[in-house]
């Protein structure tokens, strides 16, 4: 069955430096998100991305954040300068439709020393 | 307040128990989904409905729109099936994105042999 594909798996960085995380959505799914996860809390919606653009984004979203899909088949969150509360698991999803479930990624763990 | 409500936070059960985890919501929506996150961190999508009942194997998923409520329940509980189990509401329009999910905080289970 397809999957949806992170790396990597974990990332340290230095805070203040910036970090990419990319994804592989499922090869003909239109619809990409990227949410995450502070270790204990709720799962946060942070944007989604359709048609080569972003759909909706969270407050959380902010300018240091940006998403672009580089090819047909990547598609990567950067996180600017990154601070110690960027630490995280962010988890990518992509849908074929709208009306259709999201397939999750296995998450990228974001330590941020 | 939380937009999304679930209860309980924390179920042990013994194996071969009838499970039930409900969820309540306060917006109004376009789907609902039922999640299952592992322990290693990973999000599996089970069911997204946004009317009536749908079954998978031994997991049934209900949804009330008009009393803003789901339930999952499982069937002949088995020690596999321990994880958190998240709810999540989409809120945008049903032809549109469906990205901004609002989630629940998830319900832990316990299935013990």
Redesign the interface.
């Given at each position: 069955e397809p999957e949806v594909t992170q790396t990597p798996s974990h990332q340290v960085t230095q805070m203040g430096q910036e970090v990419i995380l990319r994804c592989v959505p499922i090869s003909n799914h239109l619809y990409f998100y990227w949410y995450r996860q502070i270790l204990g809390q709720k799962v946060e919606f942070l944007v989604s991305f359709y048609n080569n653009e972003i759909s909706e984004k969270s407050e959380i979203f902010d300018d240091q954040f940006s998403v672009e899909r580089p090819d047909g088949s990547n598609f990567t969150l950067k996180i600017r300068s990154t601070k110690l509360e960027d630490s995280a698991m962010y988890f990518c999803a992509s849908s074929g439709r709208t009306n259709q479930p999201q397939h999750f990624g296995d998450g990228t763990r974001l330590s941020i020393l | 307040k939380n937009e999304v409500e679930q209860s309980p936070q924390n179920l042990t059960a013994q194996e071969g128990e009838f499970i039930t985890i409900n969820c309540s919501y306060s917006v109004g929506i376009s789907?609902l989904?039922w999640?299952q996150q592992h322990p290693?961190?990973?999000?599996?999508?089970l069911?997204?409905l946004s009317s009536g009942k749908k079954k998978h194997g031994r997991l049934i998923a209900t949804i009330n729109i008009q009393e803003k409520h789901s339930s999952l329940h499982i069937t002949a509980s088995h020690p596999r099936d321990s994880a958190v189990y998240?709810c999540?509401v989409a809120t945008?329009n049903?032809?549109?994105?469906?990205?901004?999910?609002?989630?629940?905080?998830?319900t832990k289970l316990s299935v013990k042999p």
């Open positions: - | 789907a989904h999640l290693g961190g990973g999000i599996v999508s069911f997204m998240i999540a945008g049903y032809g549109g994105s469906q990205g901004n999910l609002i989630f629940g905080k998830g």
